[in-house]
Structures are given as structure tokens and as C-alpha cells.
């Protein structure tokens, strides 16, 4: 863990980002979060308002038609929106998610296939690798690729499948050599137009009711040749690699919802008496705002140092991009619980965001890989 190439700079474009989407998100989608959470709708709003202003997917390279925006942007576009609306930020999130295999490891003619439709907002993109009996241990799943002349036929069914029936490009994973195991894995890109390709009803969840999680089902489904990304047998080591770039994109997700609950807590002390005294004047809920403020800025610090060391594509990304996930994650779980406190009667009613902030929170701790599997990734990087 060498910490002298660990530093970053936030560039005056960042912040000017960083205005930018606050702004949008303040005014076209804060607006809507409570009744697209209410609802459990998919935010229209949101995803027209972000494609409108080029927010969507903002690290599409140039020559895709892209804004050619660095990892560190992306965090900070997600952040900002998770701030108003976590569901929303799903929209920048899963964008990234979808395509960083693509960047990662797809030949050109794939990325010219897929990309430009992405940079445009015409198609969003979602990512499959999670089953049903093949979540943690990803390595175990079961749906399979054959090849059937110059076409790929895949089958089986993936599961928690983020904006599924939402995006039209979907990465996927899936076993196209069960003797070699983790290295008989591959990954294809699969369009929802695609013969045999179909997705099943929305997941009733805790939180996040604006994104739809849903299984999306192969059967025989039939794909041309070349949509297979990189070479057979490396589906497995693309995935991983890809959690690597996106794992520090749901920490800044976890900051942005944390920060929102802490804005909320910070306006409702400082407006709020008790006996005749400001909340904000009792030095144990003072303790409690200081507290929750000093873990939020020590999550984001490591996020943004995760995403510069991924955006400078070092080698060795595993404990600090598992590091950054976790310390974030469970940095939103307990700023968002404490928002609810410190709110009281008040926090545990819809007439106030935090109820739901805390809500959405605690996803964060369960995808792309369980914190307690990140706590064995840090562990093994540590230990080997």
C-alpha cells in the first residue's frame, strides 16, 4: 500500500462538474424522489434531465462519442445525484458498470457497435453476472454459451439484474467451458432484441423502488459471433477486473446518500427546540453532526483516491477499490440511521427523505460484492 502515488487532485473541471450536477439534481430531480420511491416507478425525470445534459455516462471515450470524462468524474456525477435520489444515480452507476468490461476488454468493432447508442442516450446498458445460487461465489454460475456456427446460443437466467427491461445492452457472463471452471467463463454482449432474450417481473425491495431489479431469462438465445468480449475463457477475470473500476462508483453512490441525510439532519438541529434551546445547541447531538460529518469525508477521501488509481489503471486495485466500497457503504448505513435519530418521531416518517435515505443505504453494503466479501478481498491482498 504504497501511499506516495495515492494522492489526487480535484481539477476545477471536477468542481465545476460537481456545480453543475448539483444544480440539476436540486432542481429536476430531488423534486421527484420522494414520489418515484413512493411509487416504485422508474425516474423518467431523472434519466431525460441527466441524458439531456450529457451526465448518463460521462467516461465514454471521445472517438464513441463520448464526453471522454476520467473515473473520478464518473464518482463524482454519482455522488451528486445519489445525494437527491439514490434510484437516480443508478441511471450514471449501472451505465458504467454495463460498459467498463467493454473498455476494459472488448475489440473496437464491439465498442463502435454498443457505445455511441450509450453516449447518445438512445440505449442504456446493464450488467449480468449474478444467479440465484451464484452470487458471492460468481465463479459457480450455471447459464452457459455454445457456439452454433458463426452465432453464440446462450441459456439460463441471471438474477438482481439493476434496470433490467430499462436497458437495451446487456454484459453478460456466462460458462462457455465447464472443465476449466473460473477460466471457462466468457462474456458477451446481448441486445434485448435478441431472439430467446426476455426479463421477468420487478424485485419488491427495501430500497432503491426506482431502479427495477429484475432476472433476465436466455433461452436459446441466439447472438452473433463477434459480441463475445475479449478472448474466450476470459469472461471471469473481465469481471473481475471490471469490480475493480466500479467498486469505488457505489462508494461515491454511499457518500452521495450519506451527505444527502447529513444536509437534512444539519437544516432540521439547527431549526428544531427543545426546552427552549436550538437541537443544534446540545453538545451531544453537536457530537453526533461532527461524528457523522468526519466519516463522510474520510469515505469520500478514499473514494476518490480508489477511482484515481483506477483511472491510472495501477495494477494492484484490489484492496483499495474493496477498501473505498466498504468504508463508504457502511459510512452511508450509519450517517442515514443517525439522521433518523437525530430527526426523531420526525426521521421515521415519509414526511422527511432520511427514512428513505437509510432505506437505500443499506443496498450499498450488499452489491457488487457483500462487505464481508470485500473483507476477504482486502484480506487476501494484504495477506498473499
Given at each position: ?155 439460463g437466467t441471471k438474477c438482481w439484474i439493476t434496470n433490467a ?78 469490480l475493480d473500476h466500479t467498486r469505488p462508483t457505489i462508494g ?26 436550538r437541537l443544534a445547541d446540545f453538545q451531544g447531538l453537536q ?98
Amino acid at each position: 500500500m504504497n501511499s506516495e502515488f495515492d494522492s489526487y487532485r480535484l481539477s476545477d473541471e471536477h468542481e465545476a462538474l460537481r456545480e453543475a450536477v448539483r444544480d440539476l439534481a436540486t432542481k429536476e430531480i430531488a423534486p421527484h424522489a420522494a414520489d418515484v420511491d413512493e411509487e416504485g416507478r422508474y425516474p423518467t425525470e431523472a434519466r431525460d434531465a441527466l441524458t439531456r445534459a450529457g451526465f448518463h455516462a460521462v467516461i465514454i471515450p471521445e472517438e464513441y462519442g463520448g464526453q471522454g470524462a476520467d473515473e473520478l468524474a464518473g464518482c463524482i456525477v454519482i455522488e451528486e445525484v445519489a445525494r437527491a435520489c439514490a434510484s437516480s444515480s443508478l441511471i450514471p452507476a449501472v451505465n458504467g458498470l454495463g460498459m467498463t468490461p467493454i473498455l476494459l476488454s472488448a475489440s473496437d468493432d464491439v465498442k463502435k457497435q454498443v457505445l455511441p447508442s450509450i453516449a447518445s442516450g438512445e440505449a442504456m446498458i446493464s450488467y449480468g453476472l449474478s444467479e440465484r445460487e451464484a452470487g458471492s461465489d460468481a465463479a459457480a454460475m450455471k447459464t452457459r454459451a455454445r457456439r452454433d456456427g458463426d452465432d453464440w446460443i446462450i441459456d439460463g437466467t441471471k438474477c438482481w439484474i439493476t434496470n433490467a427491461g430499462e436497458s437495451s445492452w446487456y454484459t453478460v457472463m456466462a460458462v462457455t467451458d465447464p472443465e476449466k471452471k473460473a477460466n471457462g467463463i466468457s462474456a458477451f454482449v446481448v441486445h434485448s432484441d435478441d431472439p430467446g432474450f426476455s426479463v421477468g417481473p420487478k424485485e419488491r425491495k427495501l430500497g432503491i423502488k426506482g431502479s427495477p431489479t429484475r432476472e433476465i431469462y436466455f433461452e436459446g438465445c441466439r447472438i452473433p459471433g463477434d459480441r463475445i468480449i475479449g478472448a474466450e475463457g476470459t469472461g471471469f477475470k473481465t469481471a473481475l477486473r471490471t469490480l475493480d473500476h466500479t467498486r469505488p462508483t457505489i462508494g461515491a453512490q454511499a457518500i452521495g446518500i450519506a451527505q444527502g441525510a447529513l444536509d437534512v439532519a444539519i437544516d432540521y438541529v439547527k431549526e428544531r427546540k427543545q426546552f427552549g434551546t436550538r437541537l443544534a445547541d446540545f453538545q451531544g447531538l453537536q457530537f453526533m453532526i461532527a461524528d457523522m460529518a468526519m466519516k463522510v469525508e474520510a469515505a469520500r477521501q478514499l473514494v476518490y483516491v480508489a477511482a484515481s488509481r483506477a483511472e491510472r489503471g495501477e495494477s494492484d486495485l484490489g484492496f483499495i477499490s474493496s477498501a473505498a466500497k466498504t468504508m463508504a457503504s457502511d459510512t452511508a448505513m450509519a450517517v442515514t440511521t443517525d439522521a433518523v435519530q437525530l430527526l426523531g418521531g420526525a426521521g421515521y416518517t415519509r414526511d422527511f427523505p432520511v427514512e428513505r435515505m437509510m432505506r437505500d443505504a443499506k443496498i450499498t453494503q450488499i452489491y457488487e460484492g457483500t462487505n464481508q466479501i470485500q473483507r476477504m478481498v482486502m484480506a487476501r491482498n494484504l495477506l498473499r
